[in-house]
């Protein structure tokens, strides 16, 4: 059963995605732990960023815990929760690979995960008018970038690979 001396938390990787949750029994009136458990959850982002990682590592930005007196703590990771199953991210990325290469992707997804940009970035990507679905076209896809990434030159501005560069063609 759970006591009063319980502290809970969540973290996400700024690399993958992933989360690390954390459960903590802690001395009473301190935050010295003396019992920890951990497990690392995989997340539809990290489940789909794979192949685009160069390394297995995670790096642990602290989003949200509570418990032991501590009603609801914060951290910069908290921000990256949102990115972690986000549909219009995951539908980015995978067309961006598609269309711009595996770089572009990789650049736009440390981005994503990034504490001090996320949340401009995912703004701007929701406001931006992508759709998962229908920029998968490579017409189409040509059309939103040309139109939408000018606007934040701070992100970023990966050229279009020639079609017949596709990360993933059809033909395979
Ligand atoms: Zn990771």
Same mark, same amino acid.
């Given at each position: 059963?759970?006591?009063?001396?319980?502290?809970?938390?969540?973290?996400?990787? *700024?690399?993958?995605?992933?989360?690390?949750?954390?459960?903590?029994?802690?001395?009473?009136?301190?935050?010295?732990?003396?019992?920890?458990?951990? *497990?690392?959850?995989? @997340?539809?982002?990290?489940?789909?960023?794979?192949?685009? =990682?160069?390394?297995?590592?995670?790096?642990?930005?602290?989003?949200?815990?509570?418990?032991?007196?501590?009603?609801?703590?914060?951290?910069?990771?908290?921000? =990256?929760?949102?990115?972690?199953?986000?549909?219009? =991210?995951?539908?980015?990325?995978?067309?961006?690979?598609?269309?711009?290469?595996?770089?572009?992707?990789?650049?736009?997804?440390?981005?994503? =995960?990034? &504490?001090?940009?996320?949340?401009?970035?995912?703004?701007?990507?929701?406001?931006?008018?992508?759709?998962?679905?229908?920029?998968?076209?490579?017409?189409?896809?040509?059309?939103?970038?040309?139109?939408?990434? &000018?606007?934040?030159?701070?992100?970023?501005?990966?050229?279009?690979? &020639?079609?017949?560069?596709?990360? *993933?063609? @059809?033909?395979?």
């Amino acid at each position: 059963m759970w006591g009063p001396f319980r502290f809970t938390s969540s973290a996400v990787c *700024s690399h993958c995605g992933s989360i690390r949750y954390t459960v903590e029994r802690q001395f009473p009136f301190t935050t010295v732990p003396y019992w920890r458990s951990r *497990s690392i959850e995989s @997340t539809p982002l990290s489940d789909s960023v794979g192949g685009l =990682l160069t390394s297995r590592d995670h790096t642990w930005q602290f989003a949200h815990g509570g418990g032991n007196g501590v009603r609801c703590a914060l951290g910069e990771g908290r921000s =990256l929760l949102q990115c972690t199953d986000s549909a219009l =991210l995951i539908g980015f990325l995978e067309a961006t690979k598609q269309h711009s290469g595996a770089d572009a992707a990789r650049h736009y997804l440390n981005l994503a =995960l990034d &504490p001090t940009h996320s949340e401009a970035f995912m703004l701007w990507l929701a406001v931006s008018g992508f759709q998962p679905d229908t920029h998968r076209d490579p017409a189409a896809y040509a059309a939103w970038f040309q139109a939408a990434v &000018p606007q934040a030159p701070e992100f970023g501005n990966f050229p279009l690979l &020639p079609a017949d560069q596709h990360e *993933s063609s @059809t033909a395979g």
